[in-house]
């Protein structure tokens, strides 16, 4: 898993820093489905988190989307694997 933020976006590396670390948390938290899916299938992933937003999202928001990202992702990888 890898998460890269955008200089260009977010000019202070304070800000960049926090905002990885609010994704890396929402990831740690919530991708244990993801994990247990993948290990039944037999199969690996890679992700990579891009944040493309000008704006600093909350903690919440984020781990919102983090949510709707891999649930998205086991549901592609059910029709992919069907």
Not at 17 to 26: P, T
Request: proline share 0%; glycine share 2%; aromatic share 8%.
């Amino acid at each position: 898993m890898g998460i890269t933020v955008s200089k260009k976006n977010i000019k202070l590396a304070v800000n960049r820093n926090l905002i990885k670390r609010r994704v890396r948390e929402a990831y740690r938290l919530n991708n244990n489905e993801l994990k247990f899916y993948m290990e039944a299938i037999g199969a690996e992933i890679n992700i990579m988190f891009i944040y493309t937003s000008k704006q600093i999202l909350s903690y919440k928001e984020i781990e919102t989307k983090i949510k709707v990202i891999l649930t998205r992702l086991i549901e592609v990888s059910e029709k992919a694997s069907e």
